[in-house]
């Protein structure tokens, strides 16, 4: 019985994603779409992915990770980088970015495994801190790298471009502050969808199996699940690099959406781990779902408050309180259940 | 060749002997009890055993083989099991799933195969349903396996606690209180589930415990611990009687 | 020469961060929230004094009282509208909400004073001390700064460890339900701790934009992210540790920014974050904290 009712739960998750596409697909041949929304579209999509990934970590594994945004960094730079590097080697844009989707993957979860090494010892709020050092070390590095490449390979430097010591065939494909550009934007909304629901495999079918189970063990009790005989650090590794590397395939959806891609505090820096996180605590953690409609919600509602001009930031900010206040606060919790006490009596009492 | 023989061992925390010079040797299928009064450490002579701790000085033998120093998983991999003083269960998981958790190493596939729904996915999770509904029906929580662990009454947290650790197979099994917080009535039906475990499962149990009717029903030898000492050990009516446990439990 | 002198600005930027890392601290130690907002705070110091002196010509030491008046203040309806209603609640829950407060203050302050940055006068005017025949010169701002920053940390200990208020905050900091149960009054406790950590923000942020003078509504934020690296580092609740951590953080900021890369210093200053927290997993002066089985 259990078993058809999460068959049942996932088969929803993955029909709302699939009626957000084919709506959209309606709304763009009717000419109902602005091309405000269009251009919102993949930025959806890489939020949602962001956030199902993160709620991995934070939701599933339950340790609090503040540096998510470094891994869509790495995963964006490593992504772009390839399709820019294989530019002559490889001529059709999509095998590239199909490739490069590959390897941002790849370097992420890599990475997610070299940084959770360490890391994962901490707890709660000092592993928080660090995984966000660790997203702004990427962040910060990655703005200041310099790389290029001519006949003899790669050059790297830390100060500019002369430094980088190349010869006449060379060109420059990380430029410091600049980053890299001229990526070709292959990225389209139907390629987002299709990673969404990649990603929604990988979370949803992982849960709901043997590792999964030991990883929500170990986040229900720690002690407990040593004492069964789970391996805590491999399956808190295990967690961590695949939220990481799903974040990088988010990266790379980020890299081949725009020409120029440079590291910045607002794409890649703490305050944006921070709003991923914030979409995955207001979306439940553990709801898989929850997390999709809460990056959907969020991400639109500052577009759909664009007419207030000024004040939309400011309302957000009062809607995020507020909605923590009245979803979390023990008050607040105990008058809704009053509440719907009430309302239950009421019904008996008409029927 | 005995189940579990422990040979002199010792820990201290900062200067304290918490466990000093312990010895035990328990045979296999035995019921046996560590009691004693509050903090003489019973818990910390768990903790030793599994691995929590690793003991200063002396051995621990299971089934003929050392564990001493052996991790926790390790240990559990060995062949012992435990439950907690305060319950800890997979709180968020389904009593079905709690259960699941302690078949880990038994009932396996990779973490590819579970991504991906291959076949060995569904032929094993089949198989470890099956396990885990025959052991919660030993306890009689084969009714509320859909439940959340957290939702479950005290008493019946408590056996599923046991059911999980027996998933894991062991060949020895740790009980802390298990009769904790229950009623006269639930801990009789405890009493009869134990030895259930015990001649149906072919294990060997060691269980502290502070109820009294409980260690004098089921237990077959006891050793009484005072001030991280060995104060005696024997048969369960010879230590009962002794007069230096009752002054140990009720003072001088 | 030079490296003294920048040993004595990156002490100085460390008081800043010291200020600062003690209302991190200090709510952290009493309240188990890590208060987001409390860079934001100084940013909003910083805006009142600029407005006060300025905008409308106060002298300056006045235009830094009504900072620090109005960042209590501030501090204070924060934690009441915001927070308390959250006891109790997860930390997670408790977090988020001091993010949306963080994003409240910055859009609020962007209302008001737009995005340009404003140029902010410097609240000190003390001559500039010339040693060793002019080859060592140490400004009046490190100087105020440097001073500032032991007065305070001396009169905070003094406040904690004298009067019964701070003796309050001490029980809270240690165990929470004991101290009710003792009969102090925990909300009250918490608020004082919110006034204290705010007033702190706002003579922070007159010091931090006496030696940086732009200011623009994200101004707090990243000194505050590094002060909250500085409490962390220290040991997270610990008051020594902060000024120890304060301290640390910012000389190498300012000696790798001289001696490495201007660019990579934020950089190096988390990657030795990361170092000590993997060495010492609760920071210099935390206490260790182990689970019970």
Redesign the interface.
């Known amino acids: 019985m259990k078993k058809n009712k999460l068959l049942i739960q996932n088969s929803i998750t993955y029909a709302i994603i699939i009626g957000c596409w084919i709506l959209v697909q309606i709304l763009a041949s009717t000419g109902h779409m602005t091309s405000l929304m269009k251009g919102l579209l993949v930025p959806l999509c890489i939020y949602v992915i962001m956030a199902v990934s993160l709620n991995l970590t934070v939701g599933i594994l339950g340790e609090l990770s503040l540096g998510h945004a470094g891994f869509m960094c790495l995963g964006a730079f490593s992504g772009a980088f390839f399709t820019n590097c294989m530019a002559n080697v490889i001529p059709s844009v999509q095998v590239r970015f199909f490739f490069a989707l590959l390897i941002g993957a790849l370097v992420a979860g890599v990475f997610g495994i070299l940084i959770g090494i360490p890391v994962l010892r901490l707890r709660g709020d000092y592993l928080a801190i660090v995984t966000l050092a660790f997203g702004e070390i990427i962040k910060n590095l990655l703005n200041a790298i310099y790389v290029g490449m001519d006949q003899s390979g790669f050059h790297f430097s830390f100060k500019d471009t002369t430094s980088l010591g190349m010869d006449d065939t060379g060109v420059v494909i990380i430029k410091g502050a600049q980053g890299i550009t001229g990526t070709p934007k292959a990225a389209t909304f139907t390629i987002g969808i299709i990673l969404v629901l990649l990603t929604l495999f990988v979370v949803l079918n992982l849960i709901n199996s043997r590792s999964g189970r030991a990883i929500m063990a170990i986040r229900d009790n720690r002690i407990a699940a040593e004492s069964v005989g789970i391996n805590i650090t491999k399956f808190k590794l295990m967690a961590f690099s695949i939220s990481a590397s799903l974040a990088g395939v988010a990266g790379v959806l980020y890299g081949h959406n725009l020409s120029s891609l440079a590291a910045t505090p607002k794409n890649f820096g703490y305050n944006q781990s921070i709003m991923i996180l914030v979409f995955v605590v207001l979306g439940g953690l553990g709801n898989i779902r929850g997390s999709i409609i809460a990056a959907v919600v969020l991400t639109m509602l500052p577009e759909l408050l664009r007419g207030l001009n000024d004040y939309r930031m400011l309302i957000y900010a009062i809607v995020l309180i507020v909605m923590m206040i009245f979803n979390s606060s023990p008050k607040a919790i105990e008058m809704r259940s009053v509440f719907m006490d009430k309302i239950k009596k009421n019904r008996k009492e008409a029927a | 060749m005995a189940m579990l023989e422990v040979k002199n061992i010792s820990i201290s925390f900062g200067g304290l002997k918490a466990v000093n010079d312990f010895s035990v040797t328990i045979e296999k299928g035995q019921l046996y009890g560590l009691i004693g009064p509050n903090g003489a450490g019973k818990?910390t002579v768990f903790?030793l055993l599994?691995g929590?701790y690793k003991p200063d000085t002396g051995t621990i033998l299971l089934d003929g083989k050392n564990i001493t120093g052996r991790s926790?998983?390790e240990i559990?991999?060995d062949g012992i099991?435990?439950t907690?003083q305060n319950i800890?269960?997979?709180?968020?998981?389904?009593v079905?799933?709690n259960v699941?958790?302690?078949l880990?190493?038994h009932?396996?596939?990779s973490?590819i195969e579970?991504?991906?729904?291959l076949p060995r996915?569904y032929k094993?999770?089949k198989q470890?349903n099956e396990r885990a509904m025959e052991l919660l029906k030993v306890f009689e929580l084969d009714s509320v396996?859909?439940y959340k662990a957290s939702n479950l009454p005290y008493g019946a947290q408590r056996k599923l606690e046991i059911a999980?650790?027996l998933?894991?197979e062991p060949k020895l099994l740790l009980l802390d209180e298990p009769a904790a917080g229950m009623n006269p009535n639930e801990t009789a039906e405890l009493m009869d589930t134990i030895r259930f475990v015990r001649d149906n499962f072919d294990m060997t149990i060691l269980l502290i415990e502070h109820d009294m009717k409980l260690v004098s029903g089921i237990c077959e030898k006891l050793t009484v611990l005072n001030f991280g000492q060995v104060l005696t050990q024997g048969d369960t009516q010879t230590v009962l009687n002794d007069h230096r446990v009752i002054t140990a439990y009720l003072g001088e | 020469m030079s490296f003294l002198s920048y040993l004595i600005n990156g002490i100085s930027l460390g008081s800043i961060y010291a200020i600062i890392a003690l209302g991190y601290t200090m709510v952290y130690g009493i309240a188990r929230m890590l208060n987001f907002a409390h860079g934001d705070i100084i940013m909003v110091g910083g805006f009142v004094i600029f407005t006060c002196v300025s905008t409308m010509g106060f002298p300056p030491l006045v235009g830094v009282l009504v900072a620090v008046i109005a960042c209590t203040v501030l501090g204070v309806m924060i934690e009441r509208v915001a927070y308390k209603p959250l006891r109790g609640a997860s930390s997670l829950a408790v977090l988020i909400t001091a993010i949306g407060v963080s994003y409240l203050l910055q859009n609020a302050a962007l209302l008001i004073f737009g995005s340009n940055a404003r140029q902010f006068t410097s609240v000190v005017n003390v001559p500039s001390l010339k040693l060793a025949g002019g080859a060592l010169s140490i400004s009046g701002v490190t100087m105020v700064t440097i001073l500032t920053c032991i007065i305070i940390m001396a009169g905070l200990m003094t406040f904690i460890n004298k009067t019964k208020i701070g003796q309050a905050m001490l029980a809270v900091s240690e165990d929470t339900g004991a101290a009710t149960l003792m009969g102090i009054d925990v909300n009250r406790t918490i608020a004082v701790t919110f006034a204290i950590g705010s007033a702190l923000a706002a003579i922070a942020g007159a010091l931090l934009c006496s030696t940086y003078p732009s200011l623009t509504p994200y101004t707090g934020s990243m000194p505050g992210i590094k002060a909250f690296v500085a409490a962390v580092f220290g040991g997270i609740g610990s008051i020594p540790g902060a000024l120890i951590g304060g301290i640390l953080l910012g000389v190498i900021e300012n000696l790798s920014k001289a001696y490495i890369s201007s660019q990579l210093s934020d950089a190096i200053v988390f990657a030795v974050l990361i170092v000590v927290l993997l060495v010492r997993p609760t920071g210099i002066m935390g206490k260790k904290i182990t689970e019970k089985v």
């Open positions: 818990t903790n599994t929590v926790t998983i559990n991999q099991a435990r907690f800890r269960l997979f709180k968020e998981l389904s079905l799933d699941k958790v302690g880990h190493n009932f396996k596939y973490t579970g991504i991906l729904r996915y094993v999770e470890m396996a859909d999980r650790a998933a894991t």
